[in-house]
């Protein structure tokens, strides 16, 4: 686990930052202050993959989970059932290429993170105190606030 913390200012009078790494710290072991510091509010637009189950032929099929206002979609979809180009489509895409995520290929700020960056929109990441890793495909970046608005200013990807 990373964590961020403010620890002073510097010489200019900016904030100063410390990482400071926790290996093999369960959930248990952390308390209530850490776990607030771990917790984000999901972004409120995007989609995430919540699950991916086999039919009875074998076919993969995907449930989702709208940002916007937080619905979980009522059965699951087939790839071929889903609109050819919707973010349905791109997020059951990017979610089988993202089984074995490049950890190189993500910027973090703490247990959260962003890839894919597109002009209107990026693909979030966020490692829950489970350590389980949830994507928010197609997240709209002039919507992002808090830490995920403070995440991508951070690498001077500011949203406008």
């Given at each position: 686990m990373l964590l961020k913390n403010k620890t002073t200012d510097d010489a200019e009078g900016n904030e100063a930052f410390e990482i400071q790494e926790y290996h093999g710290v369960t959930r248990d072991q952390l308390n209530q202050a850490w776990l607030d510091l771990i917790q984000v509010k999901k972004p409120r637009t995007g989609i995430e993959v919540v699950e991916t189950v086999q039919d009875d032929q074998?076919?993969?099929r995907f449930i989702f989970r709208n940002l916007r206002n937080d619905e979980v979609s009522p059965h699951p979809w087939r790839?071929?059932?889903?609109?050819?180009?919707?973010?349905?489509?791109?997020?059951?895409?990017?979610?089988?290429?993202?089984?074995?995520?490049?950890?190189?290929?993500?910027r973090w700020w703490g247990n959260i993170g962003y890839m894919r960056p597109m002009r209107r929109q990026v693909d979030l990441i966020f490692r829950d105190e489970e350590g389980v890793d949830h994507i928010y495909y197609a997240a709209r970046r002039d919507e992002l606030i808090g830490e995920w608005h403070d995440l991508m200013a951070e690498y001077d990807d500011v949203v406008e």
């Amino acid at each position: 686990m990373l964590l961020k913390n403010k620890t002073t200012d510097d010489a200019e009078g900016n904030e100063a930052f410390e990482i400071q790494e926790y290996h093999g710290v369960t959930r248990d072991q952390l308390n209530q202050a850490w776990l607030d510091l771990i917790q984000v509010k999901k972004p409120r637009t995007g989609i995430e993959v919540v699950e991916t189950v086999q039919d009875d032929q074998s076919e993969r099929r995907f449930i989702f989970r709208n940002l916007r206002n937080d619905e979980v979609s009522p059965h699951p979809w087939r790839m071929n059932d889903i609109e050819e180009g919707s973010i349905r489509q791109y997020a059951a895409r990017m979610h089988l290429a993202d089984q074995a995520i490049n950890e190189e290929n993500i910027r973090w700020w703490g247990n959260i993170g962003y890839m894919r960056p597109m002009r209107r929109q990026v693909d979030l990441i966020f490692r829950d105190e489970e350590g389980v890793d949830h994507i928010y495909y197609a997240a709209r970046r002039d919507e992002l606030i808090g830490e995920w608005h403070d995440l991508m200013a951070e690498y001077d990807d500011v949203v406008e």
